[in-house]
T-cell receptor, first 114, second 113 residues
Framework: NAGVTQTPKFQVLKTGQSMTLQCAQD?????MSWYRQDPGMGLRLIHY???????DQGEVPNGYNVSRSTTEDFPLRLLSAAPSQTSVYFC?????????????FGNGTRLTVT | ELKVEQNPLFLSMQEGKNYTIYCNYS?????LYWYRQDPGKSLESLFV?????AVKQEGRLMASLDTKARLSTLHITAAVHDLSATYFCAVDSQETSGSRLTFGEGTQLTVNP
C-alpha cells in the first residue's frame, strides 16, 4: 500500500518557468489537499478538494492551480514560478471530511526557484 | 480568520523530564489534531481529539482538549531522545467542517541525554 505518493522529490526552477507537482493516493480518499511549509510558519493550505471534480482555494492560492479529474490524483500547477514559491510542498489526503480522520501526508517536494 | 498558536516554539529538555506543549486557537472548534515531523521527513498523525475533555495517550505522550478554553496540551512524560521532533497542532473550525485545517507554527523539541 503506497499511501500518498508525491513526485518529484526535488526540483529547481528558474523564475517564470511552469511545472506540475504530482500527487497520487491509492486509499480511495475523498479529500485531498496541498500545503506549503516554510520555516517558522507551519503549514499553509494552498488548495483542497473534497471529491473528484470539486476544488477550492485555501489560505495561499495565488500562483497555483489544481484540478481533480480522478479520485486518485491531485496535481498542483505552478503557473509562473517566483522565488517566493521556494518551499517544501506536501500533499495530504483523508478518507472524508465528514469522518474525523487525520490527514495522511506524502513525503514532500522540495522546490527551489532561482 | 482562525489563528493557532503554539508555545513554546523551541524546547530543549533532558531525558527523564516532563514538559507540556500548549496549543491555543482563536475560534470555536471541536476537532484538533496533533502531528509529529522528524527533520526532513513527512508528518505523521499522533492524536485526533474530537470533543471537550477528550484525552488520548500513546506511550510517553498524552494529549487533551478543552474546547471552552480553546486550548489543547501535549504532555511529555519522562522524555527520551527518540521523542526529538517537531510537533504541530492543527485545528478545523466548525464553519469549514473538516475541509480546512489550520496548523500552528510547530514546537521543535530536542531531548538531550
Amino acid at each position: 500500500n503506497a499511501g500518498v505518493t508525491q513526485t518529484p522529490k526535488f526540483q529547481v526552477l528558474k523564475t517564470g518557468q511552469s511545472m506540475t507537482l504530482q500527487c497520487a493516493q491509492d486509499m480511495n480518499h475523498e479529500y485531498m489537499s496541498w500545503y506549503r511549509q516554510d520555516p517558522g510558519m507551519g503549514l499553509r493550505l494552498i488548495h483542497y478538494s473534497v471529491g473528484a471534480g470539486i476544488t477550492d482555494q485555501g489560505e495561499v492560492p495565488n500562483g497555483y492551480n489544481v484540478s481533480r479529474s480522478t479520485t486518485e490524483d491531485f496535481p498542483l500547477r505552478l503557473l509562473s514560478a517566483a522565488p517566493s514559491q521556494t518551499s517544501v510542498y506536501f500533499c495530504a489526503s483523508s478518507y472524508s471530511v465528514s469522518v474525523n480522520s487525520p490527514l495522511h501526508f506524502g513525503n514532500g517536494t522540495r522546490l527551489t526557484v532561482t | 480568520e482562525l489563528k493557532v498558536e503554539q508555545n513554546p516554539l523551541f524546547l530543549s529538555m533532558q531525558e527523564g523530564k516532563n514538559y507540556t506543549i500548549y496549543c491555543n486557537y482563536s475560534t470555536t472548534s471541536d476537532r484538533l489534531y496533533w502531528y509529529r515531523q522528524d527533520p526532513g521527513k513527512s508528518l505523521e498523525s499522533l492524536f485526533v481529539l474530537l470533543s471537550n475533555g477528550a484525552v488520548k495517550q500513546e506511550g510517553r505522550l498524552m494529549a487533551s482538549l478543552d474546547t471552552k478554553a480553546r486550548l489543547s496540551t501535549l504532555h511529555i512524560t519522562a522524555a527520551v531522545h527518540d521523542l526529538s521532533a517537531t510537533y504541530f497542532c492543527a485545528v478545523d473550525s466548525q464553519e469549514t467542517s473538516g475541509s480546512r485545517l489550520t496548523f500552528g507554527e510547530g514546537t521543535q523539541l530536542t531531548v538531550n541525554p
